[in-house]
């Protein structure tokens, strides 16, 4: 069972414009929620993350929004550089407990920004 | 110099052997983690450990045996290796904290 989602596989975002990513989860003793990048022959790097205490976290061009009703986070990339072409894996974690210090993560977004 | 090395970069080999993937960190932190990628499953958690004397399995340990031989060491064994082993695998490290810090990956191919 995936508790961590991310529906759409791909994503084509023209540069300049906003890139929107968005993330499901199901687990709701998920309180602290990541974001990572991955470029071909590189492991993932971390890009931002947020606890479960806020609703917005911002740094730079990049911003993630979280919606605990809904179960939901998204990641806004304002203004989308070719540079941020990427497959992007959104990671979920709980506070304690024996999945402490555990990441469960998405399927991953393949972002496309065209010039 | 990279802080999260892996080693080898790529591998091919054939169904049965005996293969094993070595992890080194310079960050210092206590904790190492191995993962796979699969196109479409995104990555899943193989083994962890917290420190030296902590070994704990993932979600899909099947098949894999780890060993921690230093703070700084953590080394996956595919112990007879089958065609669907083949993937891309992760190590990463963490502070005591939940942001992970991944290595460059190894392309793993079993024949």
């Known amino acids: 069972d995936q508790q961590v989602k991310q529906n759409s596989p791909s994503l084509s975002v023209q540069e300049g414009r906003i890139s929107i990513l968005n993330c499901d989860y199901t687990n709701s003793m998920f309180d602290y929620f990541l974001w990572y990048k991955k470029y071909p022959a590189e492991g993932p790097t971390f890009l931002i993350s947020?606890?479960?205490?806020?609703d917005k976290n911002e740094d730079g061009r990049f911003t993630v929004f979280l919606n605990k009703s809904a179960k939901h986070l998204s990641l806004h990339i304002v203004p989308s550089q070719p540079g941020d072409s990427a497959v992007y894996f959104c990671?979920?974690?709980?506070?304690?407990?024996?999945?402490?210090?555990?990441?469960?993560f998405g399927q991953g977004t393949i972002l496309t920004v065209h010039p | 110099d990279a802080d999260v090395t892996q080693t080898p970069r790529n591998r091919i080999t054939k169904t049965g052997k005996r293969i094993m993937l070595e992890c080194s960190q310079t960050?210092?932190?206590?904790?190492m983690y191995w993962y796979r990628q699969d196109p479409g499953l995104g990555l899943r958690l193989i083994y962890y450990s917290f420190d030296v004397k902590d070994i704990n399995k993932g979600e899909i340990s099947d098949g894999y045996s780890v060993s921690r031989q230093a703070q700084a060491k953590f080394s996956l064994s595919l112990e007879s290796a089958i065609p669907n082993q083949t993937a891309l695998y992760f190590c990463a490290t963490s502070p005591r904290g939940d942001t992970q810090y991944f290595g460059p990956g190894t392309r793993l191919t079993v024949l």
């Open positions: 947020i606890s479960s205490i806020k």
């Open positions: 960050k210092g932190h206590d904790r």
């Open positions: 990671a979920a974690s709980e506070a304690g407990g024996t999945s402490y210090g555990k990441l469960t």
